[in-house]
């Protein structure tokens, strides 16, 4: 026991700590102007998710591990169940609803997925035919359920796994063009047939945003409005006229990293960007048993990155809004719980390195 | 230690780590430089579209001076209206917002597209009204619903009333929203899309005091419009007060004697030439332009060949008939071709130029002299009178007592009628004049054309023995308390002499007090003069032809011209009944009514 807490990494974890704090404190201005609550909610998801790392946190790497695949179909089970008896929740049939506490299920698939494609890849060298298959296989399953609930963002965000593979593993070429044509298949097909009306203009309007105002095309507009208006030292902790007055959307959601441009300004900014910055820098660097372990934590620590990278680009209007959160800071409990998760496996496997 | 299963190469972890960190770094710095360039590069920008999100400049419409009578009693005023605004950036789904408006006004949707369309060149944020004078009802359920119905805005505002309804409608004329075209123009430059402005009557002429000045207010606001406080505000001023010469009561009395009839009276104080009362029947109700008025609505009002909208006092156009005498008789007088002692005989119709003329009592007047043919109206003596005088001679003189010009009153869109002379007819038709015409333009007849406020001019001229009032219905423009103009009174003089307006006036009191065809008009203790009128008018091409009926479709207009007292006068009036028929039993009685309506106060008889 006092090993754990002598090699346990401190500094990464207060870090992890730090961020759903800045959070918290960022979603109670978002909630200000309506006198919203959901500060006080996070606060309990970020203590359910804190239980939730320790729990995780002690148990065995090879349990989890051996684990994976049940997790992953019974997680698709709960997917597909929920398509027939979802609650629906602004248009999305991805919550469930177990007392007053909403549960997005779609968000823990990429831990148990993460965690079999990391054992899979571990078991070959080279892409084949087969392989590839099996990759495809293992994440369009989940994919293809998320779409049809429909969340875009969290589809998305899965698919980022695919890349990664290919980045860490040697590919026939062959292949890599077919993975490409497929990539534009889907594109089309998902286009002409998947796509809701509102998610077609979610994209559409991103290429021409002043022609439409109150779609997300206004939505990157008011978010450009309030981080550009913010200056080096914003306008105030409360005080933004974007957040404030409720121009900017989605302000607890996707577009918190708004919020603190306007009213926290570009030092601030690049403090939280220092701070996820070395987060992600530290988490890429350890020390592992078993070839299984480097992989997820690559899938893992990059699945955040892109989350991040896509969520920053579309709120300064480099890329359409996606409806994908902030990792750890936007609101969103089952966000938060499901990386809390991911992080307490990648904590274990750093630890197992000075376990005896 | 755990037992280590670890296959891949060191060189692979390292180099994987390296990219990871590189790609992690250029990331960031990407990240820096994108928020560098807009936070800090383009904060000014942005600062300014944040400012411009939040403040609104709202116009404040200023409430229209009132317009009073001579006795300060209310005309026009204004009051409170709610206004449904629509602000266009906050449209969600245009259909939707269509269909709600269209619920909202109670018009169509394609009507309130159009509205919409006009506002192309205005900015999305500014406030287009859909529709005035909304039910509080509707206010309610919108003000409890901001957030479903994010693009309406309700207006408080002044809008104008004019709590007389149809009262003198066609004096204090109506207001109605600028175009566009209007807008172009330099003169309306400081009026907006959806500003009143005066269409007619005294609502146009004294547009620019009665307009008062705009307020403007800024405001801050959220993304759904709600005003959360206000950061400035200039108020709007009221309009000034226009107090006209018009006698509320005379006026009410005159109007409600015509009850089937359509025709125009006007009334004129001879010591200052002030209106006391302006009547032109039919009439409409000023206060329908101040609400939206539907397309289908303005049309039956402009398109009525009664032509409510037109104020028959100053434009209505009309053969003088008999009345025309009183100014032949003074041409003849003064060019000394008649005097007091000459006579004619009247045997009921005489040949002139080869066409017999007749007069309007086929049994004739026997010997008439200049008294009695006034009196009677003895066409004979006239067209005698005309064949002495050329129609030069006879046009100089109309002209001189006002014809064929406008009256030059303070109202706008007056016609002017027409004098004939020999030159206008060949300007006009390439044709020399007919000497057996002017034997028709002698008893007011012919091309001859008038004005019922030209005629009120004249007789007022008569009244006053040559001094020619100009007739006017503004007695002053009080703003604050203090007068900011004031009407004095003007005369000029007409080069006739003083006498021979005197032998014109004793046949005039004959006419009314010696059994002639004003008899009707006498009332005991006053000493009333006037001249009756019977003028044959309608053609097939008149557009009233076809709404009367068949026994009202030949009906000569009535006249009555009059003033009184004969000595010292006081009041001159014209009074036109149209198809009314033999003036003495029309238009006649009915000016005795007034005459007793105005002096009843005031007889000691």
Known sequence: MKDYFKFFDKFTFSLLLLLPLIGIFL?????????????????????????????????????????????????????????????????????????????????????????????????FQLIGWKEFLKLIILIAAPVFLIVLQPDLGVSFILCSFFPVIVLLKKIRPFILIASLVLVLLCGII????????????????????????????????????????????????????????????????????????????????????FIFFVFFYRQFKFN?????????????NSLILFQFLINVAMAIGYLPVLGISLPFVSYGGSSLLSLFVGEAIMFRIKINNYLT | MYPSKRKLSGAYVKRAATVAAVILFLIFLGFFAAFWNIQIVHNEYFRRLAVQNITRSIDLTAPRGLIVDCKQKILSENKINFTLYLVRENVIDMKKTLRVASFFSARKVDAIRNIIARYKKYPHFYRISIKKNLARDTVIFIESRQEEFPEFVIGIEPTRTYPLGHCAANVLGYISEISESELNSKKNRDYRLGDFVGRSGIEKQYESYLR??????????????????VESEIKPVIGATVVLTLDLELQKFIESLFVDQFGAVGVVDLQTGGILAMVSKPDYDPELFTQEMEREQWLALSNDPQNPLQNKFLQGIYSPGSVFKIIMALAGLQEKVITPATTVHCSGSQDFYGREFHCWNLGGHGTVD?????????????????????????????????????SGIDMPAENTGLVPSSDWKMRTM?????????????????????????????????????????????????????????????????????????????????????????????????????????????????????????EKRFMPNSWFVSFAPKDNPRLAMVVLVENGGDAGVIAAPLAAKIYNKYFENERLF
């Open chain 1, 27 to 123: 979603i109670y201005s978002a909630g200000f102007p309506l006198k919203e609550t959901n500060y006080l909610k996070q606060a309990a998801w970020l203590f359910f998710s804190l239980v939730a790392f320790f729990i995780v946190f002690s148990m065995k790497i090879d349990f989890i591990f051996r684990n994976a695949l049940a997790a992953y179909l019974g997680l698709l089970g709960i997917l597909a169940l929920q398509l027939f008896i979802g609650h629906t929740m602004a248009g999305t049939k991805s919550w469930f609803r177990l007392g007053s506490i909403g549960m997005q299920f779609s968000e823990f698939v990429k831990i148990p997925l993460a965690l079999f494609l990391a054992k899979i890849m571990a078991g």
């Open chain 1, 190 to 273: 998902g286009w002409n047939s998947l796509l809701k009306d509102y998610q077609k203009n979610r994209i559409v309007s991103f290429l021409n945003p002043a022609k439409y105002k109150t779609s997300s095309g206004y939505q990157i507009i008011q978010s450009r409005i309030a981080i550009g208006s913010g200056g080096l030292s914003g306008k105030g902790y409360l005080k933004g006229s974007q957040s404030q007055y409720q121009f900017l959307p989605a302000r607890h959601n996707d577009f918190i990293i708004s919020v603190i441009g306007e009213e926290l300004g570009f030092i601030s900014i690049a403090i939280l960007f």
């Open chain 1, 288 to 300: 592992f048993h078993n070839d299984e372990e480097f992989y997820f934590i690559y899938l893992f």
């Open chain 2, 212 to 229: 008062g000045i705009k307020g403007n207010q800024v405001v801050i606001k959220d993304n759904l419009e709600k005003i959360q406080k």
């Open chain 2, 370 to 406: 200049i008294f009695s043919a006034l009196q009677n109206s003895c066409n004979i003596f006239f067209y005698n009178l005309g064949k002495r005088l050329d129609i030069d001679t006879i046009a100089s003189y109309a002209r001189m007592m006002g014809l064929g010009n406008a």
């Open chain 2, 430 to 550: 390439k044709q020399r004049w007919f000497p057996g015409e002017t034997i028709s333009v002698a008893i007011g007849h012919g091309s001859l054309s008038v004005t019922p406020v030209q005629l009120l001019k004249m007789i007022a001229t008569v009244a006053l023995r040559g001094r020619m009032p100009r007739l006017h219905l503004l007695q002053r423009i009080e703003k604050d308390g203090k007068n900011v103009m004031e009407f004095t009174p003007e005369f000029t003089s007409v080069p006739i002499a003083a006498e021979y307006f005197q032998i014109v006036v004793d046949g005039l009191f004959r006419v009314v007090n010696h059994e002639g065809t004003g008899r009707t008009a006498a009332i005991a203790g006053l000493d009333i003069c006037g001249k009756t009128g019977t003028s044959q008018i309608i053609a097939k091409d008149n557009p009233r032809y076809k709404i009367l009926t068949k």
